[in-house]
């Protein structure tokens, strides 16, 4: 062994450890990757969908169960708008269990070790190291790495462990995987109103043979009911109820969408990424795509600065500087949400569904709309369409002066 047994240890094998230990790893840096899991993506929470920019930086279109072209969202009334032409793929509904196994797969390719069932009890930091001591199945181990990276999901211990803050929301999302649903293939289905998500919207999404139902919102709008009381409610009560007769569920997932990324993403000798950085979008709970995006605009500089052994918090803090941007972009991304959607009542959604079914509208949203990106629309939306000039009283300073 060298002076250090690692340049950098990675915590948690999910999509994002996994995209930062590929990266590290084909630049000639000595990567560990530890997972508490005795495997690769298991238990996952998630919807499946990876945008087509992060599908294209792991090329993993055989993790694909169907691709999404298009949306049918359903105001609380049920006025609907229909958007999306096959022609254009928007997003990959993939099986995150292959997707997840792959981008580790590629990542031991590059050169990364990886350390199953193994999590990290204790951190001790030296002048020019760190030393970490691991649970492993066959004991603690000690070893010494440069740097520690969190990529350990919305619970990260190394968040934690460093007191590094929290992500502004964390929203709770409940979904379970289903056969029967009556959906249209390529089209993913979403529901609004207080009854179901408030705040937000719930969801169905093709996922080959089966459709994936689930819930999102937060404590403030839910008060005393849970995800899985909404769930039943949109399953069973709600107006699309007959939509989920022949329904049979298959499986069961809840966990947590940290959203707003951390005012300090670095310090000493430490960096958090993808769901431990609380980098999930705002508007859609994504956080495969900006986790990449967020690793692919600070990667030549962090190898730089790990080869260099410069890791004090004034060094690493450029690189958390370097996603100002990004932030800026999820608070407005945030502003036009709740302008639209989680801060109006029942019947101002209704109003704004109206708005949105109208064809010139729907053009408007098939021509300048990208899941990944709202911001172009709905800043378009309340500039150029009148009966939306009061939401843009309400969204004017986030989104279009900041
Ligand atoms: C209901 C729901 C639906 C979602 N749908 C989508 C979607 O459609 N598209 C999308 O892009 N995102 C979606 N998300 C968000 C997405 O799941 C996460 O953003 C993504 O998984 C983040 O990846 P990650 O690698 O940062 O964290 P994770 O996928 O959580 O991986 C973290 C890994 O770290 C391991 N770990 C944790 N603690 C330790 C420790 N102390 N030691 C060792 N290992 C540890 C875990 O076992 C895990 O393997 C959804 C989330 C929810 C809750």
Same mark, same amino acid.
């Given at each position: 062994?060298?002076?250090?047994?690692?340049? @950098?240890?990675?915590?948690?094998?999910?999509?994002?450890?996994?995209?930062?230990?590929?990266?590290?790893?084909?630049?000639?840096?000595?990567?560990?990757?530890?997972?508490?899991?005795?495997?690769?993506?298991?238990?996952?929470?998630? @919807?499946?969908?990876?945008?087509?920019?992060?599908? @294209?930086?792991?090329?993993?279109?055989?993790?694909?169960?169907?691709?999404?072209?298009?949306?049918?969202?359903?105001?609380?009334?049920?006025?609907?708008?229909?958007?999306?032409?096959?022609?254009?793929?928007?997003?990959?509904?993939?099986?995150?269990?292959?997707?997840?196994?792959?981008?580790?797969?590629?990542?031991?390719?590059?050169?990364?070790?990886?350390?199953?069932?193994?999590?990290?009890?204790?951190?001790?930091?030296?002048?020019?190291?760190?030393?970490?001591?691991?649970?492993?199945?066959?004991?603690?181990?000690?070893?010494? =790495?440069?740097?520690?990276?969190?990529?350990?999901?919305?619970?990260?211990?190394?968040?934690?462990?460093?007191?590094?803050?929290?992500?502004?929301?964390?929203?709770?999302?409940?979904?379970?995987?289903? =056969?029967?649903?009556?959906?249209?293939?390529?089209?993913?289905?979403?529901?609004?109103?207080?009854?179901?998500?408030?705040?937000?919207?719930?969801?169905?999404?093709?996922?080959?043979?089966?459709?994936?139902?689930?819930?999102?919102?937060?404590?403030?709008?839910?008060?005393?009911?849970?995800?899985?009381?909404?769930?039943?409610?949109?399953?069973?009560?709600?107006?699309?109820?007959?939509?989920?007769?022949?329904?049979?569920?298959?499986?069961?997932?809840?966990?947590?969408? !940290?959203?707003?990324?951390?005012?300090?993403?670095?310090?000493?000798?430490?960096?958090?990424?993808?769901?431990?950085?609380?980098?999930?979008? !705002?508007?859609?709970?994504?956080?495969?795509?900006?986790?990449?995006?967020?690793?692919?605009?600070?990667?030549?500089?962090?190898?730089?600065?790990?080869?260099?052994?410069?890791?004090?918090?004034?060094?690493?803090?450029?690189?958390?500087?370097?996603?100002?941007?990004?932030?800026?972009?999820?608070?407005?991304?945030?502003?036009?949400?709740?302008?639209?959607?989680?801060?109006?009542?029942?019947?101002?959604?209704?109003?704004?569904?109206?708005?949105?079914?109208?064809?010139?509208?729907?053009?408007?949203?098939?021509?300048?709309?990208?899941?990944?990106?709202?911001? !172009?629309?709905?800043?378009?939306?309340?500039?150029?369409?009148?009966?939306?000039?009061?939401? @843009?009283?309400?969204?004017?300073?986030?989104?279009?002066?900041?």
């Amino acid at each position: 062994m060298n002076e250090f047994d690692y340049d @950098a240890v990675i915590v948690g094998a999910g999509p994002i450890g996994g995209y930062l230990a590929q990266k590290l790893a084909k630049n000639k840096l000595k990567v560990l990757i530890l997972e508490e899991h005795s495997e690769i993506g298991r238990p996952f929470q998630c @919807a499946g969908l990876v945008n087509p920019k992060a599908m @294209a930086s792991v090329g993993l279109v055989n993790t694909v169960l169907t691709p999404i072209w298009g949306a049918r969202i359903y105001s609380p009334e049920g006025t609907l708008v229909e958007i999306g032409h096959e022609e254009k793929v928007r997003t990959w509904s993939v099986c995150r269990k292959l997707f997840d196994e792959a981008v580790i797969i590629q990542s031991i390719e590059s050169g990364a070790d990886i350390w199953l069932s193994s999590k990290p009890i204790n951190l001790e930091f030296k002048e020019d190291s760190v030393e970490i001591e691991i649970l492993t199945p066959n004991g603690i181990k000690k070893l010494t =790495t440069k740097i520690i990276c969190g990529a350990d999901g919305a619970h990260s211990w190394v968040r934690r462990t460093m007191r590094m803050g929290r992500p502004k929301e964390t929203m709770i999302g409940m979904q379970i995987e289903v =056969t029967g649903y009556m959906g249209k293939n390529g089209k993913l289905d979403m529901y609004t109103g207080s009854d179901i998500s408030p705040g937000f919207f719930a969801w169905v999404i093709p996922s080959g043979d089966t459709a994936r139902v689930g819930v999102w919102s937060q404590t403030k709008y839910i008060g005393e009911r849970s995800c899985e009381e909404l769930l039943n409610e949109l399953m069973n009560n709600s107006r699309w109820s007959f939509k989920f007769k022949d329904c049979k569920e298959v499986g069961r997932f809840v966990g947590s969408v !940290p959203s707003g990324i951390l005012k300090n993403t670095t310090s000493t000798r430490v960096a958090l990424f993808g769901d431990a950085a609380g980098i999930c979008k !705002p508007t859609t709970g994504g956080g495969i795509g900006p986790g990449f995006a967020h690793i692919d605009i600070i990667v030549d500089d962090f190898i730089d600065l790990i080869r260099k052994n410069k890791l004090d918090a004034t060094s690493l803090s450029k690189i958390d500087k370097k996603i100002d941007k990004m932030r800026k972009s999820q608070s407005r991304a945030r502003a036009l949400r709740d302008a639209f959607l989680s801060h109006s009542t029942d019947e101002e959604l209704e109003e704004i569904f109206k708005v949105w079914a109208k064809p010139d509208v729907i053009k408007m949203i098939n021509e300048v709309g990208e899941i990944e990106n709202p911001i !172009p629309l709905g800043t378009k939306m309340l500039k150029d369409i009148p009966e939306f000039r009061k939401l @843009a009283g309400k969204a004017i300073k986030a989104v279009l002066w900041s």
